[in-house]
Every structure is written in structure tokens, then in C-alpha cells.
């Protein structure tokens, strides 16, 4: 009887024509290789934006499809049609847009 030292031994197999290559190291999840300069845009990450918190409560409401979609519709709009519907959107949202000091385009005008 072959002992399991033999065995391996035994089976071990030999392929030809074929040489082990190291896989370059590529960009991804939990990986410590930076971001290609293709994908930085004005010294910055794109995922690195410089936003306040009253833009961060306007970016929610554009997340959130409770109040439908955002696409081709300013955020006042949208916010006075919900308010119509009955959905019951944010007031802080309308008192943000209202205020005049923000972006009233939602998150995705001009992306999609």
C-alpha cells in the first residue's frame, strides 16, 4: 500500500507549454493599489466630493424614490409634485430651496 507521500508524487501531474505568470496587481475592492490618474479628475478623487450638510439632505432627497424620479425635473418641482400626491416629502427640503443658496438641479441632471 502507497503511503500518502508516494501518492502525491504518483498523481502529480506536468503540463507542458504552459508557464505561471503573476497576475498583475489590479485596482479593486479592498486593494492598496491607488486609482489610475484616468480616473482622478482636477487633483481629486471622484469619489472624494466637497459638500455641506444642507447638500447632503438635498442628495437624500434625490436618492430617495418614495417621492418618485428625480430625472428631468428640477428638486422644487419634484418636491411640489410630491407634496400634491400626498407623499409628505421634507420641509426642510423646501425651506432649503426655496432659500435660493442651492443647487435646485437634482444629483443625476447632467450625468444620466
Known amino acids: 500500500m502507497a503511503t500518502k507521500s508516494n501518492m502525491k508524487g504518483f498523481y502529480k501531474q506536468k503540463k507542458t507549454g504552459i508557464s505561471k505568470k503573476k497576475a498583475s496587481p489590479s485596482a479593486s475592492l479592498g486593494s492598496k493599489v491607488t486609482q489610475p490618474s484616468s480616473l482622478i479628475s482636477h487633483a481629486a478623487p471622484d469619489l472624494k466630493d466637497d459638500y455641506d450638510e444642507q447638500e447632503e439632505l438635498l ?19 419634484r418636491w411640489e409634485r410630491a407634496c400634491r ?3 409628505d416629502p421634507p420641509k426642510q427640503v423646501e425651506t432649503l430651496l426655496k432659500g435660493g443658496k442651492v443647487r435646485l438641479d437634482s444629483l443625476w441632471d447632467g450625468r444620466i
Do not use: E, K, S, V
Open 85 to 87: 400626491l400626498g407623499m
Open 59 to 77: 442628495r437624500q432627497f434625490d436618492l430617495n424614490t418614495a417621492y418618485g424620479p428625480c430625472l428631468g425635473i428640477t428638486r422644487l418641482a
